[in-house]
Every structure is written in structure tokens, then in C-alpha cells.
């Protein structure tokens, strides 16, 4: 490790201008509803806003058992019209739409993670929705969130929430640690106590290659100043490089995670409830994921979970003026497939209003104990964890910077990343990797869009 040490004393010097934080999208993994959602009742809708009968196909990252309640509100409001709400994982979506597509399948709505939303924009496959009446309804960095070019390609659906560090304050509680952890130095100070009571300090779903660049994204907030998502501007447009001091030494700090022993063992094999489990059962004390786990901790019963939430933490060689910010968004991109059938445009237009009424959007917020909605007028959650987010978290919330890299460029860190954590590629030569497919992209015309 000691080798790091003149990176981080750089890293010491780095002097923060005035930065605005800026939210972008994120689809949170899919949660079951908890016992205490209230499902709104049905509102007249304007049947006279489409005579199409027959089906109408949502292509989504949300799981269509959790929607079932606004599939059958769509259909109450539409009759006639029957709603195929296909389910398309994130980490799937791309696969799933495209192999739609060539076949020729019908698509008529899609609810996308908002990563994937520039790639759809700047692709022409979805209609440009500047013109929509009701953008007052939407906080404005939910809408602008969406924005590419100066047109609005997608509504948010859902809050605005993000990825934290999720504490087990019983794990620390049995090696005396009775405050809220802050740093990296501290975790690596009672991590020896913790792997002797079989804690582990971390969990985390390695195999699921989709989630680990959400530990870049906190690194290079910290390492860049606070300037991650200007930086990674810059980077994209090549006034930087993957390989510069400051991207790579975000990767060094997931290395420090693996060389440190931090990970639960086999991290990489990991998936799903597989790393959550531990956490509930009181054998990890943190646990890096979306706050819509929030949802799943109220809805179970966890007698070795005291749950709380913090952002990342502060880094080795970081000083105290850099803020620790963490990766969020704003629920999903809802927008209309830009080859949608003339006869179905209006019903998808009445739809979208729908699923994006102040009426749907709060029971989303509340299914997923979301900390602030994306809509202006709507109060989210008032779960203890969410307002403690939307209190010490969410105004320190950044881009998820995958928002803007080309889909090339996060394929290239999710494999890079996790052979980082493998131990069998180091940082220089991980962020060497990143930045070749960029230079590729480079030669094949890429140009980076604001």
C-alpha cells in the first residue's frame, strides 16, 4: 500500500471550486411491495384521447408483479386496451431490447434505467417529448435529467434516490465502535476484530457486473475534487484520460478494498440476496446499495439488523475538504419508442401522463421508500431512513457518471473493476484497458454529447 502514498498526498492538495450537483437516473432493483402501500383508487381519465383497442406493449426495468396495480389503473383507464408489461432487467436491457427489436416484436413505452437513456436518445429510439404540457409537474433536475441537446427525451417516473453505504450498527456495536463510522481508516482499523467475530466488513453483489461501477463513482468524486461529472465531461470529450492521477486513483480505492481483505469472501459469486443475506443475518457490517433496500429491511424481519445509512466513506490520503458524495438519480426514463405505430401515439402519450401523475408517482415513492420524489408537489416517504437520506445524503448526491459513458466505456470498467477485486489486474492497467476502448471509440467516430 505504501506505494499509493504520493498519489494520495496530491490527492491532499486538491483545492474545490464551487461545484453544483447535479442528479441523474438510476432504476432501483425491484423490492415487494410493502404490506402498507396503498394502491390509489382509479381517476375518470379522457377516454376520448385514443380509440385503440388491443395490445400495448411497456417494455420496463420494473418488475410487472410490483406493477400490477398500475398495469390494471392503465387498463381501467384504456378499455379495450390490454397492457404486456415485459420485464427487462437493467443489467439486461440492452440484450433483451435489441434481440425485440431485430425480431420485429412490438414496442410501444419504454421504462428504462436512466443509464441507458442517452444511448436510446442519441440512437433515434424514442420521440423527442419537448412538447408535453405538464413539465411543471416535475422538480426541474428531474426533467433536466432527461434533457440531451436542449429536447426531452423521456419523463422521470419515481424519486430521487441513489446508492449508499448501508451500516449494520450491530456490527459495530460488538467490537465497540459506538459511532457513526466516517472513514476508510477506521474501517480498516476494526476490520481484524470484525473478521474474528466472522463479520465481514463488506458485502456486496460482485457477480452482478451491472453494480460495480457505483464504487467509481463515489471514488471519483472524492479523488476528482468533487468534479466528477465535469471531469468525466472532459474525459469524454478528451481534454483528459482514463489515465490520468485522478481516475486512477478511484480504482486504486476499490484495489485498497481487495488487497485489504474488505470484501466478503467470493465476492465476485455473489448476486442478488446472496449478499444481502449476510448483512440481515449480522455477518457484514456494510452493505454498498441502492436505498430501495430500505423498503425490503421494513418489509422483513431481521432481529440481527439494526439498519442505518451513511455516505461512502472518506478515503485514504482525502482530505476534509472534499465533500463525500454518492451516485443518485432520478427513477426511471419513461418514454415512447421513436417507431411506435401511428394508431398507438396517442394512447402512449396518455399513458406516459399517467404513470407520471402525482397519483402514480407517489405510490412508487412509497413503494420504495424514495427520500424526494421527482414530482414537485409530491411528499415521498417520511420512513425514518428516507428523511435521514434526504437530509444528510441526497444534497450531496452526483451523477451516476455511466449516465454518460458510452455503453463501450462501462462495459470496459465493470470487467476491469472486477478483476481489480480478483486481484489479477491492478489499477494502471485497468484504467490502460478503460481508456484503449475509448481511444477505439475515437477512431470509429465518437463524439461526445452534452
Known amino acids: 500500500m505504501s506505494k499509493k502514498v504520493n498519489r494520495r498526498q496530491v490527492l491532499k492538495a486538491i483545492v474545490l471550486g464551487g461545484t453544483g450537483i447535479t442528479l441523474s437516473a438510476c432504476q ?22 385514443t380509440s385503440y383497442q388491443g395490445r400495448f406493449v411497456i417494455m420496463s426495468v420494473a418488475n410487472a408483479d410490483q406493477s400490477a396495480p398500475l398495469i390494471q389503473a392503465i387498463e381501467e383507464a384504456h378499455p379495450g386496451v390490454k397492457i404486456e408489461w415485459r420485464f427487462l432487467p437493467s443489467e439486461r436491457f440492452v440484450e433483451l431490447f435489441t434481440a425485440a427489436e431485430v425480431a420485429g416484436d412490438q414496442i410501444d413505452v419504454m421504462d428504462l434505467n436512466g443509464q441507458d437513456l442517452r444511448r436510446y436518445a442519441v440512437g433515434g429510439k424514442l420521440k423527442d417529448l419537448s412538447d408535453i404540457p405538464y413539465k411543471d409537474r416535475f422538480r426541474e433536475v428531474a426533467l433536466k435529467t432527461y434533457t440531451i441537446g436542449g429536447k426531452t427525451w423521456a419523463l422521470p417516473r419515481g424519486g430521487i434516490s441513489g446508492f449508499t453505504y448501508l451500516i449494520n450498527k450491530k456490527a459495530f456495536e460488538r467490537v465497540g465502535f459506538d459511532k457513526e463510522i466516517s472513514t476508510y481508516d477506521e474501517l480498516r482499523m476494526i476490520a481484524p476484530e470484525l473478521k474474528r467475530l466472522g463479520i465481514a466488513p463488506v458485502t456486496h453483489p460482485g457477480k452482478n457486473i451491472y453494480l460495480w461501477p457505483v464504487w467509481q463513482f463515489w471514488a471519483y468524486a472524492q479523488t476528482s475534487g468533487n468534479q466528477s461529472v465535469e471531469n468525466t465531461f472532459k474525459t469524454l470529450a478528451g481534454e483528459m484520460k482514463f489515465t490520468d492521477l485522478e481516475h486512477v486513483a478511484a480504482l486504486e480505492a476499490l484495489h485498497d478494498y481487495a488487497m485489504d481483505g474488505m470484501f466478503i469472501d467470493s465476492v465476485n459469486s455473489l448476486e442478488g440476496d446472496t449478499a444481502w443475506v449476510p448483512f440481515t443475518q449480522g455477518n457484514a457490517a456494510i452493505y454498498y446499495m441502492h436505498t430501495s433496500r430500505i423498503a425490503a429491511y421494513r418489509a422483513g424481519d431481521f432481529p440481527e439488523l439494526d439498519m442505518s445509512l451513511i455516505a461512502p466513506l472518506r478515503h485514504s490520503g482525502i482530505g476534509d475538504a472534499v465533500v463525500r458524495q454518492m451516485p443518485g438519480g432520478t427513477g426511471n426514463a419513461l418514454g415512447i419508442y421513436a417507431r411506435i405505430a401511428s394508431e398507438r401515439e396517442t394512447l402512449a402519450r396518455s399513458v406516459i401522463d399517467l404513470m407520471t401523475s402525482d397519483t402514480w408517482v407517489r405510490w412508487v415513492n412509497e413503494l420504495r421508500r424514495d427520500p424526494v420524489s421527482c414530482n414537485a408537489n409530491v411528499q415521498a416517504s417520511d420512513d425514518e431512513l428516507a428523511l435521514k437520506y434526504a437530509r444528510d445524503c441526497s444534497p450531496h448526491q452526483t451523477t451516476y457518471l455511466d449516465w454518460f459513458w458510452p455503453p463501450e466505456v462501462t462495459r470496459a470498467f465493470q470487467e476491469n473493476q472486477q478483476a481489480i477485486v480478483a486481484l489479477t489486474k491492478k489499477p494502471n492497467e485497468a484504467a490502460q484497458s478503460i481508456q484503449k476502448v475509448l481511444d477505439d471509440l475515437y477512431k470509429d467516430g465518437y463524439q461526445f454529447q452534452t
Request: proline share 27%; no cysteine; charged share 20%.
Open 28 to 49: 432501483a432493483p425491484a423490492v415487494t411491495p410493502p404490506a402498507t402501500t396503498a394502491i390509489p383508487e382509479p381517476k375518470p381519465q379522457d377516454r376520448s384521447a
